[in-house]
């Protein structure tokens, strides 16, 4: 099944632009094959303007957003994967949607607790006994 993260980023920065907001992505840049300017990160995050105003050529495909943009006057190629961003929201509200931080490849993902079955457990005696 497709994820969900590529179409909720879409109908967010839609529905911002809509109101006349700015839209913000907000972005983790320890993910591979992520082509942002690191030395503008801060923490491993970067936040970008992807309005019109501030972008060219701005895409939001499934796979994930590309855009150009200045930097300090520097023409810039940006290209995020979908599971690198952490959020999608307006500049003046705040107001839009945060993700859940994937694991960055080669972390060690946290597993699941596993709920005890009661087909594990060991027959019990029975507890029936003879009344005279």
């Given at each position: 099944?497709?994820?969900?993260?590529?179409?909720?980023?879409?109908?967010?920065?839609?529905?911002?632009?809509?109101?006349?907001?700015?839209?913000?992505?907000?972005?983790?840049?320890?993910?591979?094959?992520?082509?942002?300017?690191?030395?503008?990160?801060?923490?491993?995050?970067?936040?970008?303007?992807?309005?019109?105003?501030?972008?060219?050529?701005?895409?939001?495909?499934?796979?994930?957003?590309?855009f150009k943009a200045r930097f300090r006057g520097t023409p810039t190629f940006v290209q995020v994967p979908?599971?690198?961003i952490l959020a999608v929201y307006a500049k003046e509200t705040g107001i839009g949607m945060a993700f859940?931080?994937?694991?960055?490849?080669?972390?060690?993902?946290?597993?699941?607790?596993?709920?005890?079955?009661?087909?594990?457990?060991?027959?019990?005696?029975?507890?029936?006994?003879?009344?005279?």
């Amino acid at each position: 099944m497709t994820s969900t993260r590529p179409y909720l980023i879409r109908a967010i920065h839609e529905w911002i632009l809509d109101n006349g907001l700015t839209p913000y992505i907000l972005v983790n840049t320890k993910v591979d094959e992520i082509l942002v300017p690191e030395q503008y990160a801060d923490d491993g995050k970067i936040a970008f303007n992807i309005s019109s105003s501030a972008t060219k050529d701005l895409y939001l495909g499934n796979e994930g957003i590309e855009f150009k943009a200045r930097f300090r006057g520097t023409p810039t190629f940006v290209q995020v994967p979908t599971r690198a961003i952490l959020a999608v929201y307006a500049k003046e509200t705040g107001i839009g949607m945060a993700f859940r931080e994937e694991p960055v490849e080669g972390d060690k993902e946290e597993k699941p607790l596993s709920k005890p079955s009661i087909f594990d457990a060991k027959p019990l005696r029975p507890a029936l006994r003879i009344v005279k």
